[in-house]
């Protein structure tokens, strides 16, 4: 599908952007191994999380809609009839996975033509190493995957060589029956770790990791899944480049390993206004406020990168409005996300007519009035898609996007949400 954004007006008023995505796909796997029912809130109705929905449901879980939430319904989970769909998700293929290594049945996993690029190795060669066996494209390397399942070593120790909070949660996932201690080099989102508690699991800091002793039962954990700050970014950033916009958003996560994006736009000069309100359960939520204007250029590296590294392609458009030069580094796994981010976002800019240097780990950004018509891609990449969205608003000539039906994966009520917050 090609949608044409055309430049607009000023983005003005108030607004609740949907579910968490991380938190939504945990709020169903976790309380499907729980040990009763559970009501989740504020679900993602994103193709994503549908996929972790119809999985869990292929394994035996039941998922049932009742009212505006979502029952989930723990059950013995059994070997699936069919290969199991995971679409686009990473996150589902990756979490299932860890699950799924110590049950005694096999499970074949799949997904769409983005997903089936995806590196397994980083899943695969942990829990080969704990003794579950897998099978798949490229010597185990590429979906579709074929889990093997069974009996995993106890007391498995990690120190990963990557932070991802796909990886941890996996590997913690397989390790809830013999117990198993993670570390990683910088600490990824911890919306696992925060759930896992919350139900009651031996979970514990140790030598700079995550210990988790055997878990024999998990407390079903009601959820509110605030709303998704990976979403919010987009129209912080349209609000800032669009000029006469002011916005306010409600009920946003603001959990710190995901706020790096605030971080960054704040580092950028950006007039943003962030209130932790509340504890909604295991998470902070709170309210944004976006004024226009401001934009200068910044070093986005190290630690933030990895805190706004699902932003950085949104925030790489407003790198492109401001003033001055951004540098984007130390973000190299941005290449094996739904798509290769950093080659997207410099294709997508150049198209701009922006200067930007393409580098290993991320790019150099020279900012200014990047100006179209232009064509870009986002097949397959639904933070691709909205990204270039938010830069054809503030652009002469508009952006038509090739693809831009991948935006369902996590949002799909974005356009709808575009045209309220223009009409203000
Ligand atoms: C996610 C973890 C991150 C992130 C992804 C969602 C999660 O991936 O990019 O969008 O829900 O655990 P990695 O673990 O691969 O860094």
Known sequence: MSWLVEPQGPLRGQLRVP??????HRSL??????????????????????????????????????GSAVIVRPAPLREPEDVVDCGNSGTTIRLL????????????LTGDGSLRKRPMARVVKPLTRMGARFDGRDNGRLPPLVV??????????????ISSAQVKSCLLLAGMDGG???REPRQSRDHTERMLLAMGAPLTAEEGGLALAPTTSLAPLDVDVPGDVSSAAFWLVAAAIVP??????????LNPTRTGVIDALLAMGAQLESETLEVAGT?????????????????????????????????????????????IAD???????????????????RAMNVEVEERPDGMVIQGGRPHGPATVDGTGDHRIAMAFAVAALASTGGVTLEGAEAISTSYPQFAAHLGELTRG
């Open 244 to 253: 006469g916009s002011d916005i306010t958003l409600e009920n946003v996560g």
């Open 283 to 327: 998470e902070p939520t709170g309210t944004l406020r976006m004024r226009a204007g401001g934009l200068k250029g910044a070093v986005i590296d190290g630690n933030l990168a990895l805190r706004c590294l699902d932003e950085l392609p949104v925030l790489a458009v407003a790198a492109a409005f401001a003033e001055g030069e951004t540098v």
């Open 97 to 108: 996975t860890g699950v799924l290594a110590r049950q005694p049945f096999l499970t074949v």
């Open 331 to 349: 973000a190299e796994e941005l290449r094996v996300k739904e798509s290769d981010r950093i080659a997207r976002v410099v294709q997508g800019l």
């Open 29 to 66: 796997i976790l309380n499907a191994l729980a040990s009763g029912p559970a009501r989740v809130r504020g679900l993602l109705e994103g193709e994503d999380v549908h996929s972790t929905a119809s999985a869990l449901r292929a394994l035996g879980v039941g998922i049932e809609r009742e």
């Open 180 to 182: 198993v201690w993670v």
């Open 148 to 161: 093997r399942g069974g009996p995993l070593q106890a007391q498995a120790r990690f120190d990963l060589s």
């Open 19 to 24: 579910g968490d995505k991380s938190i939504s």
